[in-house]
């Protein structure tokens, strides 16, 4: 683990964090009354689902690349086309304006599926990380838990505030960054890695 580790994580934290921000957003404006407890148990469960599903999708991989070891050099090409089909995706809805869907209510049941919807992504990122040991994937899946928390704290503090006028910005900026951290992987893993 070192510094680029670190700041990749942020920005995968970031950029997963988009649409539970934009769904925030939606959640902001929907309780505008929303009190503080409120508030931490909507961001934790967005928090949650962003931890538990990149390690649920590194479990799967690793546990192939360990079997496989010729699996392993196609890594970085299935984080490549992973990111940028979901940032591609992001970007597509943002740009076509469906990003900041009207949640259906924000009881437990619309809560917990607003968690699901907004971190499938995460899975997939899950797999780009198999080449992480253990402890980086633990590490990882706690800064993007981490960061998705203080986001969605944000967005839903915003979302009382100023309604869901940032919720395609949002978007389209995950998008990018979903892209751009494919990329990296990719440069990283065929060309310098």
Known sequence: MNVVFFFNSILLGVGLA??????????GLNEPR???????????TFALFQFL????????????????????RFVP??????????????????????AAEEPSGVGVGALLLQGVA?????????FTIASYGLTEALVCALIIAVVTFGVCMGGLRIGRVMGTRLAGKASILGGVILILIGLEIFIKGVWIG
Do not use: Q
């Open 118 to 126: 907004t971190s499938i992504d995460a899975l997939s990122v899950g």
């Open 34 to 44: 929303m009190k503080r407890a409120r508030e931490c148990v909507i961001a934790g």
């Open 53 to 72: 599903m990149p390690l649920l999708g590194w479990l799967c991989v690793h546990t192939l690349v360990e079997r496989f070891a010729a699996f392993e």
């Open 77 to 98: 090409w299935i984080a490549l086309v992973l990111l940028l089909y979901i940032g591609g995706s992001m970007l597509r809805e943002a740009l076509r304006g469906g």
């Open 18 to 27: 988009m649409d539970a921000f934009s769904v925030s957003l939606a959640n």
